[in-house]
């Protein structure tokens, strides 16, 4: 699995991310996997959908 950094990561969004993260009873880390994996998955979905 790669690693992937964030930098100048604005200090509202990381509080907003700690709190979505807290929400779903994740960590951070988990909680930007997830919407990174969400928003790829959406993407693939709508290429597909754009071929068609």
Do not use: F
């Not at 993260?21 to 919407?35: K, L, P, V």
Request: net charge positive; charged share 35%.
């Amino acid at each position: 699995m790669a690693t992937l950094g964030i930098e100048d990561l604005d200090d509202a969004v990381r509080r907003k991310l700690r709190r979505r993260a807290a929400q779903h009873g994740r960590s951070m880390a988990a909680e930007i996997r997830d919407i990174r994996t969400r928003a790829v998955t959406v993407a693939q979905i709508g290429e597909g959908i754009a071929r068609h």
